[in-house]
T-cell receptor
C-alpha cells in the first residue's frame, strides 16, 4: 500500500496570511488528488494532478505535483475563514493521507 | 453527472446490535466503490473496496463486512456492533482521476 504523509497535521492562522501544506510519499503516483472536507460532510475533490512538475490554480489555491511524482503541495494565498477545513490528499485506489486541519481565524 | 447516495445520516445503535449501511451510485456503471471510517477531524481509514459485483477487498480486519449485491449498490454490515465501531462512515465512488463521496453516516454505538 502506498503511504501518504501530510504535514502539518494542524495549522491555525489569521485571515490574510499565506500557507502551504504538504503531501509526501516514498512511492511514485500516476496521479494525486486533493480534497477539502468540512465537519459532518464528505470530502469534495479540489483538483487532480497528473504530470510531474504540474501546477494547477484554483482561485487562491495553487497545487503542485513534484517532478518525481512522489509529493505534492497546496499553497493558499490570503487565506479566508471560508478556507477552514480538513485538507486531504489521495493517491491511487483512493488511499488517503491523514490530512491537514486548517483553521483560518477572522 | 455521477451522484452517490448514502443513508442514514445519523444512527445510534446499542452494543451487540446489527448494522446495515447502504450506498447507491447513479450516473455511472461498473464503478469502483469504497467504504471508509473517519475519526473526528482526522483522515479516512479505508475499510473495503469493490471493483465489481460480489468482489470485495478488505483492508482492515475488523468487526465489519461489506457486500455488493448489485452494480451500483454497496452495503456495510456488522452482526454485532462494538463501542469501537462508532465513527463517521463514508461511501465513495472512484472514476478515472476523480473521487465522489456520499454525505456520510454518523454512527454512535452506545
Amino acid at each position: 500500500t502506498q503511504l501518504l504523509e501530510q504535514s502539518p497535521q494542524f495549522l491555525s492562522i489569521q485571515e490574510g496570511e499565506n500557507l502551504t501544506v504538504y503531501c509526501n510519499s516514498s512511492s511514485v503516483f500516476s496521479s494525486l488528488q486533493w480534497y477539502r472536507q468540512e465537519p459532518g460532510e464528505g470530502p469534495v475533490l479540489l483538483v487532480t494532478v497528473v504530470t510531474g512538475g504540474e501546477v494547477k490554480k484554483l482561485k487562491r489555491l495553487t497545487f503542485q505535483f513534484g517532478d518525481a511524482r512522489k509529493d505534492s503541495s497546496l499553497h493558499i494565498t490570503a487565506a479566508q475563514p471560508g478556507d477552514t477545513g480538513l485538507y486531504l490528499c489521495a493517491g491511487e485506489k483512493l488511499v488517503f493521507g491523514k490530512g491537514t486541519k486548517l483553521t483560518v481565524n477572522p | 453527472s455521477q451522484t452517490i447516495h448514502q443513508w442514514p445520516a445519523t444512527l445510534v445503535q446499542p452494543v451487540g446490535s446489527p448494522l446495515s449501511l447502504e450506498c447507491t451510485v447513479e450516473g455511472t456503471s461498473n464503478p469502483n466503490l469504497y467504504w471508509y471510517r473517519q475519526a473526528a477531524g482526522r483522515g479516512l481509514q479505508l475499510l473495503f473496496y469493490s471493483v465489481g459485483i460480489g468482489q470485495i477487498s478488505s483492508e482492515v480486519p475488523q468487526n465489519l463486512s461489506a457486500s455488493r449485491p448489485q452494480d451500483r449498490q454497496f452495503i456495510l454490515s456488522s452482526k454485532k456492533l462494538l463501542l469501537s465501531d462508532s465513527g463517521f462512515y463514508l461511501c465513495a465512488w472512484a472514476g478515472q482521476m476523480i473521487g465522489v463521496f456520499g454525505s456520510g453516516t454518523r454512527l454512535t454505538v452506545v
